[in-house]
């Protein structure tokens, strides 16, 4: 459905050349919802703006629906930009139309007639719960709200492409979450093409499809969200996955921790789970053959695009035979150990 | 086309009802012990009221009608906007200061012939003083101040919701009808009520080069023979009028806003 090839985009700032986009190539199915994360400043929001050429790139295409919008005149892009919604941070609701109003806008930009728009508005209205909202001015909703209604407000066209510019980063989690999953919603009913940006890995792993990382302006990874959880290949992609998955030793074993063996003391173990590792259960196993007992301290567990994978803080309380084997029973049954020291 | 409601005489008339009814001379005598008032000068401050009024309103119109586009041009041909047009911006932005910089009663005088030129085309008769004459200069004296105050009324709307507009594949056109000036219309309309005030002050200048209103009475009573009581009349009525304008003002905008 989107199809980015070959987009560069770069700024003149100040006679220096920034370089916001750097030959970045993105395929988007139909029906999927893609998400591309990225730190404040690696080009996300350059990158979406390109998909409706709010921003046009330097050079490369940029194909929606077969059809590469850079070659377009001003007038048939107009045209193409009522099929390409989009929703955006800051909602941007005008202030001086009511909710009813808003959600109105994109049909009279098209010349519908106001027969037509009332029950299309009121259609829209019922898809993101807001029935009772409709005179409603958008000063007096909370921000959830206001995110309803834009996306009411970008669905009025039947769109094919959605494209969500950081679309949760202003709201709490629970609105988030709750936003999150009429997206989702609507990327089911309606079989809308999603593709978001975000700086949040919740988000991703919430209701994207595929992911794709990207950083100073390049894409470095990409793949399915199971994919990328369970074998994050950049360290820019660890770093992202790390802040969702991210286990502190407590303060207590911090101060009793020491980095040498010794009598009396058993190892702290970090260990990874990913994928297929998290289907058996290694830990009592190793407990019963090895003779060990396990004492986790802290662990985290997530499911996202099919596949588990987790992290634990646990001590291994036996003697240093057995803790040795039991160590490369569970790393033969891959995951990765880490020994943090004794305590 | 200047002069489209010929009789507007509001405060005239009322003085005219008014002086149907029994307290009428005792009102006219009471004002009588106050040195220069007698009927007939109630009767004309009534009547340059009125053409105070109908100045401002009409040139405040006009300057609107010639002042809007021009503010909106100011903006949208910015750089980064809807219109972005370098040469146009710079031409326009350089001819709006041009008119900004010159003081208003020497623009009046600067363009007499234009005046006199306008008023043949559209009364046939050649004059540049009078209350219709008086509204080319005063239009042409506020146009660019409004230009510039529409250019920052639009300057203070989030470009996020032009963004917003452009994504949803909003023409220009459609941009500016449907979303900068509903946007912008509380500061505009704030603006536009500092406007007419100053173009009241405006309006007492023509006057006091003989084009009527409350202005030409100053000249009469402060310059010429000087009249504390018509003096401090005229200055109450001004008072009232841009109180008026002021509270009429402030109402509209509660109106038009909603946040």
């Known amino acids: 459905m989107i199809k980015l090839e070959n987009i560069s985009k770069t700024f003149i700032h100040n006679k220096q050349p920034i370089y916001a986009l750097k030959d970045i190539n993105l395929h988007v199915p139909a029906g999927q919802i893609f998400g591309v994360i990225g730190k404040s400043g690696a080009g996300k929001s350059t990158l979406i703006r390109c998909v409706n050429l709010l921003e046009r790139p330097t050079s490369g295409k940029v194909i929606v629906d077969n059809q590469d919008i850079t070659t377009l005149s001003n007038r048939m892009l107009i045209q193409t930009r009522r099929k390409i919604s989009m929703i955006f941070q800051h909602f941007n609701l005008l202030s001086s139309r009511t909710v009813f109003e808003n959600i109105a806008l994109p049909l009279e930009f098209i010349g519908l007639p106001k027969k037509k728009i009332t029950p299309k508005v009121n259609q829209l209205l019922e898809l993101v719960g807001l029935q009772d909202k409709w005179n409603v001015y958008p000063a007096n909703l909370s921000g959830g709200q206001k995110q309803r209604v834009a996306i009411a407000r970008a669905l009025a066209n039947d769109p094919k492409v959605l494209l969500c510019d950081e679309a949760t980063s202003a709201l709490d989690p629970e609105t988030t979450r709750s936003i999150l999953e009429l997206l989702k919603d609507i990327n089911q009913k309606l079989g809308l093409t999603i593709l978001l940006i975000t700086h949040e890995m919740d988000v991703v792993k919430q209701i994207c499809d595929q992911v794709a990382v990207i950083s100073q302006g390049e894409l470095v990874e990409q793949s399915t969200v199971g994919e990328i959880f369970s074998h994050p290949k950049n360290e820019v992609t660890q770093q992202f996955i790390q802040s969702t998955l991210h286990l502190d030793i407590p303060d207590d074993y911090l101060q009793k921790l020491s980095p040498i063996p010794q009598d009396g003391l058993y190892p702290l173990l970090r260990l990874k789970f990913a994928g297929v590792s998290v289907d058996t259960p290694c830990l009592s196993q190793a407990a019963k053959e090895f003779n060990i007992d396990n004492n986790i301290i802290s662990a985290q567990m997530d499911y996202a695009g099919g596949i588990k994978f987790g992290i634990m803080l646990t001590e291994m309380i036996g003697n240093s035979q057995n803790t040795q084997n039991a160590i490369k029973f569970l790393q033969t049954n891959n995951i990765t150990v880490e020994v943090l020291g004794y305590v | ?259």
């Open chain 2, 1 to 259: 086309m200047f002069d489209f409601i010929p009789s507007f005489k509001p405060f005239e008339t009322l003085i005219r009802h008014l002086s149907g009814y029994d307290f009428w001379s005792n009102f006219v005598n009471l004002c009588a012990q106050f040195d220069g008032f007698n009927e007939k000068m109630i009767f004309k401050i009534a009547q340059e009221t009125d053409n105070t009024i109908y100045m401002t309103v009409l040139s405040g119109l006009w300057g609107t009608i010639i002042g809007l586009p021009l503010g909106i041009l100011l903006y949208t041909t910015r750089k980064n906007q809807i219109l972005e047009c370098q040469i146009a911006s710079g031409l326009l932005s350089f001819f709006t200061n041009l008119l900004r910089s010159i003081p208003f009663i020497i623009l009046l005088f600067w363009i007499i012939p234009f005046t006199t030129f306008i008023m043949l085309i559209m009364t046939g008769q050649g004059v540049f003083l009078g209350r219709q004459a008086a509204i080319v200069p005063l239009s042409i004296g506020v146009a660019p101040l409004i230009a510039r105050m529409i250019e920052n009324a639009l300057l203070d709307i989030q470009t996020g919701l032009i963004e917003a507009a452009r994504s949803m594949g909003a023409t220009p056109l459609q941009i500016i009808r449907k979303v900068l000036l509903p946007e912008a219309m509380p500061v505009i309309i704030n603006s536009l009520t500092i406007t007419l005030i100053t173009l009241n002050g405006y309006v007492a200048m023509v006057g006091a080069i003989g084009s009527g209103g409350l202005g030409e009475l100053a000249r009469y009573y402060g310059l010429y023979s000087y009249k504390p009581a018509i003096m401090n009349t005229v200055l109450i009525i001004l008072i009232l009028i841009v109180f008026t304008i002021q509270f009429i003002g402030n109402m509209i905008v509660k109106r038009v806003t909603h946040h």
